[in-house]
């Protein structure tokens, strides 16, 4: 396992530099100077790919903690309504024509998963179950996603109508070192709750009774899970808007290298996760194409199909 | 002593134990038996501390269970539920690892010597489930009775002074059935208070120390298997007539009308 983690290290550790060269100009030691190229990188290409590292990781970690928890290889960390509960508070800050003004749009989506993550302890806290937690979330994602929806078909002008649509497909064009120091700590935090929970995790494997005969609480265990899902989504979100699949994708390409217990996927996952965004938005940026390809779209392109991947041979599986 | 004292079990409105009282001693092997619905896994669980009671007591020697540290109860009871339900095609020695969970970091425990103790009682188990060809096995490749083997083994990982588990002699074959009860005897005879789910009448009658039969929720007969499990009982309670046949230790059920 530890191999495993090492291994994707070094992977990140590589891909980081080969990533920041390339883009709509190519800055190489070997290729023509680029005038700028020092602010090109440090300005732009680091803090984003550093950004896109934290933001995949804390996807990948999420997601494997998700698939965990429900003891279900088809989650994805959205299902809980905190990354629709997030995107709404974004949405929120750019209807009312407040995003322009620093931290805001950010402040906005934070509270937003603050607030989804409070309706769901609200609504499904009580019992520590897991089925009424699954459907409250569910909830809770349709209810923001609706509200999302009320506010584009509401919103003053044209102008702001486009800047949500835009927002909400999820990229990461144009963020500074100011979005990195907002997501970074958040999801870090996140994680190491996350990672945390791992040894519970581990007992869930055998369902939630024998779990709880394992001495796992499941009240608390909720409640840590809620905040390390906040944590990592919200920060996430609120400095890059939705990106989705890679909490359903990675937890799955990394799991038949681990011993499959969800403890030993979390850390891999998150390292796997924070490659697959930074190599994915790389070639978002190095496309040759006149308006850039959103991250958020590019992954559910490769996302969609991977998941109907998966449901066949899940039901090859149970057939 | 694993007691309850008029313990009044409800499940979504509806009671399911109806004023238990009992008290099960280690060093022996217990049966719970009854009809379907008559309140055995609920009675179980309650005694595990996983299901609340609506009122009684339920005690483990002078403390209250529901009050004892989940960590710590985890280490004191074992508890095997009805269904191997595995979420993860994890391989049998990781399953039966998992039965450590408990004792991961105990305050005052070394690491070493905690590593040590895993690793001893996980060999252990997996002897005394016969696992050991099955090691790398990943669950999703065993069959029924391999994956409940695997399960006890689990429990059995743990090394708790109570095991409590819920038909544990459901999907396996005659030798294994065989086999699990003499090891579930073996282990109250090393101490371990055992008590366990039983439908097989004739596995209770001649593997159990002692039997208890719960009725509608209440509990109807309790005390060696041949007073426990007599005829009388089981016709009343089953509503089946019935005979018992054979010698001691080795005992069939004949039912039927043509018995009666």
């Given amino acids: 396992m530890r191999r495993l983690s090492l291994l994707l290290l070094a992977a990140l550790v590589i891909a980081l530099p080969l990533s920041l060269l390339a883009g709509r100009v190519w800055i190489a030691p070997w290729a023509e100077p680029v005038p700028n190229a020092t602010a090109i990188l440090m300005e732009l290409r680091l803090p984003r790919g550093l950004l896109a590292m934290v933001i995949g990781a804390g996807l990948g970690g999420a997601g494997a903690a998700m698939q965990g928890y429900l003891r279900n290889p088809l989650a994805d960390p959205g299902l809980f309504g905190i990354a629709p509960g997030a995107a709404l508070g974004a949405v929120m800050a750019l209807f009312l024509g407040l995003a322009a003004i620093p931290f805001v749009l950010p402040a906005f989506a934070l509270i937003g998963a603050g607030g989804a993550m409070a309706l769901l302890a609200i609504i499904a806290g009580r019992t520590g179950g897991i089925a009424l937690f699954t459907l409250a979330g569910l909830m809770i994602a349709s209810l923001a996603g609706t509200l999302t929806s009320l506010a584009i078909s509401l919103s003053p002008n044209p102008f702001s109508t486009s800047e949500i649509v835009t927002w909400l497909m999820g990229a990461l064009t144009d963020r500074s070192w100011t979005d990195l120091w907002i997501a970074a700590p958040l999801t870090l935090a996140g994680l190491v709750v996350l990672w945390r929970t791992g040894p519970s995790l581990d007992a869930l494997t055998l369902g939630e009774q024998a779990a709880v005969s394992l001495g796992v609480e499941a009240k608390r265990l909720q409640w840590w899970i809620v905040l390390g899902i906040g944590l990592v989504i919200g920060a996430g979100v609120a400095v890059a808007g939705i990106i989705g699949f890679v909490g359903l994708m990675v937890p799955h390409l990394v799991r038949p290298f681990t011993d499959r217990r969800p403890s030993t996927l979390i850390v891999p996952s998150a390292l796997a996760g924070g490659l697959l965004v930074l190599v994915a938005d790389t070639v978002c940026r190095a496309l040759p194409m006149a308006i850039e390809l959103r991250l958020g779209i590019a992954l559910s392109l490769l996302g969609a199909p991977f998941f109907l991947a998966l449901l066949l041979r899940l039901r090859r599986e149970l057939a | ?260």
């Fill in chain 2, 1 to 260: 002593m694993l007691s309850v004292r008029d313990v009044v079990v409800k499940r979504a409105g509806r009671t399911v134990v109806e004023g238990a009282s009992l008290a099960l001693e280690r060093g022996e092997l217990t049966a719970i038996c009854g009809p379907n619905g008559a309140g055995k896994s609920s009675l179980l669980a309650v005694l595990a501390g996983l299901l609340p009671a609506a009122s009684g007591e339920v005690m483990l020697d002078d403390r209250q269970v529901p009050a004892i540290p989940a960590r710590e109860k985890a280490r004191l009871i074992g508890f095997l539920p009805q269904q191997a339900d595995v979420a993860w095609d994890i391989s049998v020695e990781t399953l039966v690892a998992l039965g450590r969970l408990p004792w991961r970091s105990v305050p005052g425990r070394p690491a070493r010597a905690s590593r040590d103790a895993d690793r001893h009682a996980i060999a252990s188990a997996m002897t005394a489930m016969e696992l050991e060809a099955l090691a790398l096995r990943p669950v999703s490749q065993i069959s029924g009775g391999e994956k409940a083997r695997a399960a006890m083994g689990r429990v059995l990982a743990g090394e708790p002074e109570w095991i409590l588990a819920d038909e544990p002699l459901a999907n396996l074959d005659l030798s294994h059935q065989q086999a699990l009860a003499a090891s579930l005897k073996g282990q109250a005879d090393a101490g371990r208070g055992v008590v366990v789910v039983m439908h097989d009448l004739a596995a209770a009658m001649n593997h159990a120390g002692r039997v208890i039969v719960i009725d509608k929720g209440r509990v109807v007969a309790d005390g060696a298997p041949e007073q426990a499990l007599s005829r009388e009982v089981i016709e009343t309670v089953w509503q089946v007539p019935c005979q018992w046949l054979g010698e001691a230790g080795a005992r069939a059920l004949a039912m039927g009308q043509s018995v009666a």
